[in-house]
């Protein structure tokens, strides 16, 4: 069964976000097209052997909590180490720290793959590589030579350890605390909840970044401090010994059940050594080199999962015959058709694919400025960072909102079967649904987008990426078939500006419940303009690019057209909301939602 | 915990749909405000101590396939005998037939109850009524009296078997056939599947209501007669036989675990008999005056599901404390908030209500007609008849579309909690999943409502739905608070005129692919404007009602106002795109969905 179309993929890759511009600086000078194509030809290879396979049991033999742990499917000990092997875990990373400075843009279209083929694997990994990075970023010399090489090589695995109990999206109020001791370490006490990954008994150790407030630290976010806590310490003889990390529970969940979700328990017997990482306070901006990262890896999940969803039903609507086609011919059909000639049916897979495909374009221009941005200096970087920075939480959450609608769609193209759990379509539903909460919930995303990443440096991140939609737009224009397209995302750039227009003199006098009361809208309006864009690229390229396969030329152009036709119109009535609400949704101080 | 809110069903049955209208009746005038509200008040006391206590267990703990037959959760035989001895179980019936004419609006309102309780329950007894209804319809004395007495107590429970793996959404092609055999009955053969309710453990006899096609009938819909099933037969000296309905299995779901979903093969041994129901070649016809109260009743119950999921993550929302409360006076809060202060939730809660109390007024709405239609003859009778049946199809789609995104909310709004089997957000969304394809899907209730519907006797039912809401709009314009909204509304009207006449061009030129291709956006555009007016007919009489409690009062204004700010303008994209596709979703004989 297909989950992903590497074709696609790859065109994204070299056509439409040409990788070369990134394989031309020296850092990357041991890649090329045919290495490239090797390696994700080995993550689909590993895909379809050790993973899509395994998709379905995942979910019925779900992760558990037993004898004061976290038990995972056995199969994933084979996954673990085959991806290992291959060389992903990390390859981003220079060789110096284990890695083979393999572009972001490939990490991502691998992880593609692996989470097209089973999303409930790439997490434990990807947050073991995020941990990893934190600790060659800001940790000392002696903290990257103790654990990196052992959580490349998943031996040692990582975690991200913000959440608690009373602190999830507010995360000024987390309670843990460390305490220096005499010793140089710090004594760490608290809870933590919602840790994925956080416990199995595939790793020999777990490193946690605990995120604690150290003692006397200022209130709220700027006194949060980033820990290096494993579950075992290393003593002085270099033999191991438990460092008081307990696991309490692991949650059971809707969906992604083949990836734990631990509850750990910081400090219960007072015994429990957290290592700082970098300075004292800086801990919450350390740790958000990480989550933009993660934001990136999630929002690249739900695309996944939406696209193993697409190829499912695709597949399904080309074996089943059920109604007759309609025609304009005034005639009745006599045979059975198959459900893909049905206009509404094709209406939902257009619109699968066109969120999925969208969304994967989006993830590649991302990634490609991930490399930017490390490939770069001075203002150069700035800029690409901040292009970056601004289309973030568009990329986590898109994929994960429209995903699910999209993933919504698969069950429905299968009717009663889909609800079943005969099909997987049931289970890509259950599985995307955490993903708008992960990393920072839509609503946090939509205040990070509107509060903070359109007013960065006096609008200057909304204004590079413009020059770059439009540099988009007047190429589409000279080609006939994209112009009406073309003139179609340049109105709703126009938009796009009237809606900012009218919000942004709330953020400069200050009236930010005015100003962000519906960024979630705007988040959407804002989406449908970027994915929009992301579509008549893919629509010059494909008609530009020569030698492409003409299956996979109009397979595209007919995507871009239904998203211009079916969604991106919604921006207009977002936009006529935002501006003209009756501040029903804010709050009056009485109790009338009831 | 809350799971509806009984003040406001009484304020949709007395102040809004005005039963008074339906209680005049004599049929009816065992019934007044008083017995109503007993009887209401004790389908919220069996809900509150025997169904909303097993609401996750039934989850937990799902109907299995096991010897031979589907064994359900014990407690569902508790639950069957409560509501059989309130008297729900047929209510609507005439005494003659075991009943109490209990109008439709009072039983729907009960059945509101249960189902938001527990939606995995009232199914069972729900398509036994349905079946029940079918036999006193159009069958025999005889039937009537063999089978109906012993339904209406459920020791008898009824199924509709239409569905065959090869014959879902387009019956025409079913396979089951029915021979005539000499001693009158008819020999029954075929595999039945998807089917609700149809084995258990808690019922003597299972009357199955088949589908089936006799031997040298019309090809087609034209050739489907319906038939009695029973499980077990009664013999010439009154015992009970196999009659050879074998249950082959039950379909594991992703959602209403609690509720069976049987597979079952008749005749597999060749000594299967069916017994004529009414005309041969009528039973489709027959089958539909089940599917459209069956319809109706799934709108309930996503509408049920829907309003559940509110009150948990409103009862959540005002207990949860997370960030900062957002204002426009230039500072920060200090106070960590509850997160109902936060306009992002708030829109999320509002979302939630609207939907689900719109949904529940409109199907208040539905049940009225079904009495009136009940009381009436001639014109009259036809004339409501056209808007019950235009009206359908919205009932049943909006509620399990609409529904679903608002369980989403339900669970978003609960953050990462709501995504854990701690809380029941998730089976919520789980559950709701279903009903956009119950009782033929939503592109099958957009087809029938334009495709049938709003074409029926020359359009007669739209221009007669269109008087009642001019009088609501003429209405609400009185009030200075509303005639805003009943200008958006009438506004509303136009956009949805406009859209029409765009497209009944085709169906006058038979055109019918053009006409129908996007029959589920004008689906959506009809649904928003349906359920507008409901919200501006309530919130007329939240304003003039006399003694109404404030807090209902101004509830409603809110959650009006929401729709009318945040739903309404949808229409406008939903017309423009219908009217200025690039056909792109029409088949075009290509294979460019790919």
């Known amino acids: 069964m297909k989950y992903t179309d590497l074709n696609f993929l790859k065109f994204l890759l070299f ?3 040409k990788i070369e511009e990134i394989l031309k600086f020296s850092k990357h000078s041991d890649f090329d097209k045919d290495t ?43 996954i673990f180490k085959a991806i290992v092997e291959s060389g992903w875990v990390g390859a981003h990373f220079s060789p110096e720290h284990g890695g083979m400075n393999l ?6 279209a691998a992880g593609h793959i692996y989470s097209a083929a089973n999303n409930h694997v790439s997490g ?13 970023s800001f940790g000392t010399q002696e903290q990257i030579d103790t654990y990196v090489p052992k959580m490349l090589q998943a031996s040692w695995m990582g975690t991200m350890c913000l959440t608690e109990p009373e602190a999830g999206s507010s995360l000024g109020n ?11 370490h710090y004594e760490i006490k608290g809870q933590k909840i919602f840790i994925s990954g956080g416990d199995h008994q595939f790793a020999d150790n777990f490193i946690h970044m605990v995120l604690a407030r150290i003692d006397g630290a200022p209130k709220g976010s700027r006194g949060i401090s980033l820990f290096i806590v494993p579950k075992y310490r290393i003593k002085e003889d270099g033999t191991m010994e438990f460092n008081d990390v307990l696991t309490a529970g692991d949650y059971q969940k809707m969906g992604q059940k083949g990836y734990c979700t631990a509850h750990l328990i910081f400090g219960e017997n007072d015994n ?59 005639e009745r059909a006599t045979e059975q058709a198959l459900i893909i000639e049905h206009p509404d049916v094709r209406r939902m897979l257009l619109m699968q694919k066109s969120v999925a495909f969208g969304s994967l374009s989006l993830l590649m221009e991302s990634f490609k400025l991930y490399d930017l941005v490390e490939n770069t200096e001075g203002e150069e970087k700035n800029d690409i960072f901040l292009i970056l920075d601004l289309l973030t939480p568009i990329a986590k959450a898109y994929p994960s909102e429209y995903g699910l609608l999209a993933a919504s769609n698969g069950v429905q193209v299968l009717g009663g079967y889909g609800f079943t759990v005969d099909f997987p379509q049931q289970q ?21 987008l509107l509060g903070r990443k359109i007013t960065a440096q006096n609008g200057k991140a909304l204004l590079l990426l413009m020059e770059r939609i439009n540099e988009d737009i007047a190429e589409a224009k000279r080609n006939e078939t994209l112009t009406k397209y073309a003139e179609q995302l340049e109105n709703s750039i126009k938009t796009t500006q009237k809606t900012l227009e009218y919000l942004l003199p709330f953020a400069f006098q200050k009236k930010y419940q005015s100003y962000l009361k519906d960024a979630t809208l705007f988040l959407e309006l804002f989406s449908h303009v970027v994915i929009s864009w992301q579509w008549l690229k893919m629509g010059v390229v494909s008609i530009k690019a020569e030698g492409l396969n003409e299956s996979l030329r109009q397979g595209n152009i007919l995507a871009m057209k239904y998203y211009f036709n079916y969604e991106l119109p919604k921006i207009k009535y977002l936009s006529d909301t935002i501006i003209s609400t009756d501040d029903v949704i804010v709050d009056d101080g009485k109790d009338y939602i009831n």
Chains 1, 2 share one sequence.
């Open 124 to 136: 434990y990994l990807a947050l073991t590589v995020g941990s990893a990075n934190l600790i060659t």
């Open 174 to 184: 987390l309670r843990t605390t460390a305490s220096l001791s005499d010793e140089g």
């Open 36 to 78: 490239i194509n090797m390696f994700l030809d080995a993550a689909k290879d590993i895909s379809d052997q050790e993973l899509y396979p395994y998709y379905q049991e995942f979910d019925e033999k779900p992760a558990v909590y037993e004898d004061d742990g976290i038990k995972i499917h056995p199969q994933l000990n084979n």
């Open 15 to 17: 056509d439409v976000h």
């Open 428 to 448: 890509f539903l259950r599985d995307i649904r955490i993903t708008s909460i992960y990393e920072g919930t839509t609503t946090i995303q939509a205040m990070d």
């Open 103 to 108: 572009p972001h843009m490939v990490e991502g």
């Open 272 to 330: 429990c050594r957290g290592w700082l990482v970098g300075e004292p306070n800086k801990g919450l901006k350390y740790m958000f080199q990480m989550m933009n990262q993660a934001r990136l890896e999630v929002g690249m999940t739900a695309t996944s999962i939406a696209t193993s969803s697409y190829f499912h039903s695709l597949q399904y609507s080309k074996e089943r015959r059920q109604g007759k086609k309609l025609n304009d011919k005034g």
